[in-house]
Structure formats: C-alpha cells, structure tokens
C-alpha cells in the first residue's frame, strides 16, 4: 500500500493566513501562493476569498 505524504505551507502572501498543499499551490519566484491574487501581489487590491482570510495586499 502506498502511502500519500501532503506537506502543507502556509501562502507566502504576507498578511494572507491560508496554509495550502503543495500540490495546489501556485508558485511565483520560488515562493508558494494560495491562489494567482495572493501570487500577483494583489495587484486590483482584491483578497483570496478564501473564508476568514482578509488579505487584500
């Protein structure tokens, strides 16, 4: 049986609080984001939408 190894980090986006699986994240200059918003720097000021995350860059 194999066995699955998920390592969980947080998003790098500083004031996001979203802890992602690797797998998913999206990856930006060698940092690991929750989503393209965080990743991009929030660049129209809007936040990840994830619920209970106020991050809006």
């Not at 049986?1 to 996001?16: F, L």
């Amino acid at each position: 049986m194999a066995s699955v190894d998920v390592e969980m980090v947080k998003c790098a986006c500083p004031d996001c609080v979203c802890v992602i699986p690797v797998a998913k994240a999206v990856e930006r200059d060698g940092k690991a984001f929750c989503c393209d918003e965080c990743a991009s720097g929030h660049p129209d000021h809007a936040g990840c939408e994830h619920a209970g995350c106020t991050c809006h860059g």
